[in-house]
């Protein structure tokens, strides 16, 4: 009995490797009612359009052209491999957006003649910021919050205390017309980083015609280089709740149509939204920007509501336009620094903000430090006051002394940063935004290069390339343009 029963056994596991081993042979063809059909689905489709839907194994795609529909989790464990040169388009209907949770790994490394490109799923000449959702990554790196729900309405917690841990891989990737508003004021951004660890590796970055913010960390402690924030419709580079990391060769460029009610900026940088001192700081460095504000670059431009209307690209989704602010807005105790760059074209240049806590303070402590700035064609160097727009004293953020000029005025020319009047004086290849392939290179005689000493801070030693140029560019050449090949300043009319 007992050798029957193990003879049955035996042909029973068999019959099931014959099944397993047919299967294996036909990989491209999985189990219709499976994970990876609903992922891969025709080879055309990422996600079942529902706001719910995780992977949660190891996939990788075909380099293709994918529609990504619904809000695809990348769970816990699981990664998603996506190829130099592949186009996902996100879709309208299903509020697309693609997030990676905890413990999950994105793996997008394009190359600069093979970008990888996330965008709107709308035909060419009809897409508009806010089309879809946008682009996700949470891990468990610190914040001063704890546990955090990331901003814009998915479901997703980060935050740990693993500052090296790794998310995963984004390299030459864009992100274009983003940002759809799943409720008043709960946008995603075109990038949200949300506690993103320095093992994770991100550089060569555009974001374009993002409905909020085009890249917002919510602390972490993940460090960049190259990114590129195309008129957006709120802040270029938005910074929180004790992020940390070390940025290099940014530029930040807005469309004079385009700027979002809360105030648009270059920098926004918080270190929580109460202004406590509460630990980690945001205490995030920055070097190399170059900020292309709407002056100069329209000769009618008004920073008036009347001006700002969104042009072409208003999607009339439900988000308010406004009027622009600061280069650099730094408040609420934040102690971000920035050395070496060039912002140009603002209402205000600096704004250091006393209205939670007290970010002057660490300024004139050494704690945030701003070296080696040349600010032109602002409107005003400062202001001490937000949405005030005027250039008087103020120590708490609210009463002005109307016979002194700004803390953020005066600070800005103690700190070895210079002030220009005119924008030509910077002597830029190009210094707006509206032509085709637009380069913002130093050209020659420009006192923005040839420099010694930018890197002597101890805030600089480690984590950047030590160069003698202030900016974004060394020059205006081809070879100096990090740039060519994967950006795109005209998505609207491009073939996907």
Sequence with gaps: MKTFRLFGMMLIACFALF???CSSDDNDEPDPSSDEQILFGDGTQIGNGDQEFEIKETHTLKKGTYTLKGWVY????ASLTIPAGTIIKGDKDTKAALIVEPGGQLFAEGTATEPIVLTSAQ?????????????????????????????????????GTDDNDNSGVLSYVRVEFAGYPFQTDQEINGITFGSVGKGTKVDHLQVS???????????????????????????????????????QFLLGVRNPKIADTSLSNGFESDNNSDGTTASPLTSCVFSNVTFVGPIGQASDFANTSEYITGG?????????????????????????SCFNSIAMGYPVGLLLDNQKGDTQGAATKGNLKLKNLYFAGMTILGSDVNKSWKDFYSTDGATMDESKESFSHTFFLAQENQYMENIADLKLNQPNSMIA????????????????GLFDDTMLSSGFDKVDYIGAFKSDADADNWMKGWTNFDPQNTDY
């Design 19 to 21: 099944i397993t081993s």
């Design 74 to 77: 990348i769970a816990n464990g």
């Design 123 to 159: 035909a060419k000449g009809s897409r508009k910021p806010g089309d879809w959702g946008g682009l996700i990554i949470c891990g468990r790196a610190t914040n001063n919050k704890g546990s955090m729900i990331i901003e814009g309405g998915p479901r997703t917690t980060h935050g």
């Design 209 to 247: 015609y993002s409905n909020d913010d085009s890249f917002e960390w919510f602390g972490g402690a993940v460090n960049c280089k190259y990114l590129v924030a195309y008129h957006g419709w709120d802040d270029d580079f938005d910074t929180d709740n004790g992020f940390s990391g070390k940025m």
């Design 312 to 336: 072409n690209y208003n999607p009339q989704n439900g988000s308010k336009t406004g009027t622009f602010q600061a280069a650099m807005q730094i408040r609420r105790n934040s102690n971000l």
């Design 437 to 452: 392939n637009p380069n913002w290179g130093p050209t020659a005689g420009s006192p923005l290069t040839g420099k010694t």
